[in-house]
């Protein structure tokens, strides 16, 4: 926590705060490190956040040649946007819950736009490398996106996801048994095993298939690899083939794969532990570098469910054992609670959802219903109509008429909708109706259909009404409130052209 500048970012030593060189192009990554080991440590609440995210926020831009709604992050406010600091910067903001900050859905588009044909990823911030996809890049990518919650069919399809698939299967080296930096270079790093599985791990048509991961990894081929070409006479793990360098980075990171791959009987655990000791200072601290905290953190998270012995495991079968008996006996008053709990639960979110003088759903209600459908539908209509002459209504036969007459209409209404659309009363004499899977065609269908059965139908108390339409459809990442702005205008428009009619934009 003293490494935590007053600008927000961490360094690795306090002592240089007023050094100009301690904001630099590292920054970001050391930040991310620091506050990753805080998580792990329960300690977030310790940090200055309002400093770090502004700090970040500073960090946020569209990149020089943006085409269309692209924004990411730098390292410093002066360099350029590339992924790995947007990876970065993402996971600071996601461990902070202040995701809420940036428009994640641009960050997703310009990840995407450094998708090659090939189904690997570029990184503008590694110039050595080119436009050439590497498995680095596409590690970064996936994971950024992981914690944006964007790895879904609606913004990364199965083609696309398909496709960092094949190239990683292509980024294998036939040769050495292991994962290059990118397909035909030669296997250099024990680094890109790692990466190779973040970059499909993550990915939702893998998770249903767990098989497809350990094939593409060649799962067992790439352990034999990792064990005889990559570990050291210490039992550890280094970063270059047959070297007797001990990496606590490589160390970490193998770790952190082979435990989600449920593989860590590979790994000699009093070996690791007593490596990472050495890092310790004599007050039994770790205060090298940051990254080795880090590393040194999170693999003894890692590494703590190998670490149970027989008396434990007795005790807590004996702590279970004398609790059990009064977990049987509540266990009924439970279920039965829980029923009546969560019948007053669902009346009270029903009746938080529901417009009280017509029963339907309200505008809080359509805005959930729109972000469900935004998983499955890449297209949606919503349609926003008003009663023509309302407030003449009102002043000529009272409020309580004008209440019957939005009754009726929303019986019509809801008696002429298909089932998969969501109607709702939007506001005073507004209504919405939210059509998933419906093109600009059919919207304009249903309107119209609408509109002339409101003109041809009787009303009980004003006999005749008649109502304008304004029509938008969604593009695949936009937002409800970006549907209903232009649904607004398109009503409007209505209004001017006459009413009883419908605009589409």
């Known amino acids: 926590m003293k490494r935590q500048h007053p600008d927000g970012y961490f360094v690795n030593n306090p002592d240089l705060f007023d050094e100009p060189t301690t904001l630099n192009r590292e920054s970001v990554r050391l930040t991310r490190y620091a506050i990753a080991s805080l998580d792990e440590l329960n300690a977030l609440e310790r940090v200055n956040k309002d400093a770090l995210i502004s700090f970040l926020l500073n960090n946020f831009k569209a990149p020089s040649n943006a085409i269309g709604n692209l924004k990411g992050f730098s390292a410093l406010p002066n360099s350029a946007v590339n992924i790995r600091s947007t990876l970065d910067s993402i996971i600071i903001l996601d461990k902070l819950d202040a995701l809420g900050t940036i428009d994640t859905e641009a960050v997703a588009q310009l990840i995407l736009a450094y998708q090659n044909n090939d189904g690997g990823f570029w990184d503008p911030g590694y ?15 996936v994971r950024a996106l992981h914690h944006m919650g964007k790895l879904n069919s609606t913004i990364v399809d199965s083609e696309k996801q398909q496709q960092i698939n094949t190239f990683i299967e292509n980024s294998w080296s036939t040769d050495t048994k292991a994962f290059s930096p990118f397909p035909g270079h030669p296997a250099i790093s024990s680094y890109d095993a790692y990466r190779a599985w973040v970059s499909i791990h993550h990915l939702p048509i893998n998770q249903s298939n767990t098989q497809v991961i350990t094939d593409i990894l060649r799962l067992e081929e790439m352990l034999e690899t990792l064990n005889t070409t990559f ?106 609670h829980r029923r009546v709990e969560s019948r007053k639960h669902k009346s009270l979110v029903r009746r938080a959802q529901t417009d009280r003088l017509t029963g339907l759903n309200n505008r809080e209600f359509l805005e959930q219903r729109y972000q469900t459908y935004q998983e499955d539908h890449s297209h949606m209509a919503f349609i926003l109509l008003d009663v023509d002459h309302f407030k003449s209504i009102n002043d000529n036969h009272g409020h309580l008429v004008g209440d019957e007459v939005l009754i009726e209409l ?34 304009k269908q249903l309107s119209e259909k609408l509109r002339s059965l409101i003109e041809t139908t009787e009303f009980s108390t004003v006999k005749s009404l008649t109502c304008s339409f304004g029509v938008s459809c969604a593009s695949k990442y936009e937002s409800l409130r970006e549907l209903y702005v232009r649904a607004d205008k398109a009503l409007y428009q209505s209004k001017r052209d006459g009413r009883n009619t419908i605009t589409y934009l």
């Not at 080119?130 to 890049?137: D, I």
């Not at 609790?323 to 266990?331: E, M, N």
């Not at 009363?425 to 093109?439: D, M, Q, V, Y």
Request: overall charge negative.
């Open 127 to 141: 110039p050595e490398f080119g436009q050439q996809s590497t498995v680095k890049a596409t590690s970064y990518a």
């Open 231 to 336: 570990k050291t006479t210490d039992n550890l793990y280094s970063e270059e083939g047959h070297s007797e360098r001990n990496s606590l980075k490589a160390t970490h990171l193998l770790i952190w794969m082979l435990h989600d791959l449920e593989r860590l009987e590979t790994i000699s655990v009093p070996d690791v532990v007593q490596f990472i000791k050495s890092f310790r200072d004599p007050s039994g601290a770790f205060t090298s570098d940051i990254y080795s905290v880090y590393s040194a953190v999170d693999t003894l998270s890692l590494l703590s469910s190998t670490r149970m012995t027989k008396q434990l495991m007795l005790y807590q079968i004996l702590t279970y054992s004398s609790i059990i008996v009064a977990v049987l006996s509540l266990l009924t008053f439970a279920i039965l």
């Open 410 to 443: 929303s019986s019509l209404l809801s008696n002429n909708i298909r089932k998969t659309d969501t109607l709702a009363r939007w506001g005073g004499e507004e209504f919405a109706i939210l059509c998933p899977a419906t093109e600009p065609d059919h919207a």
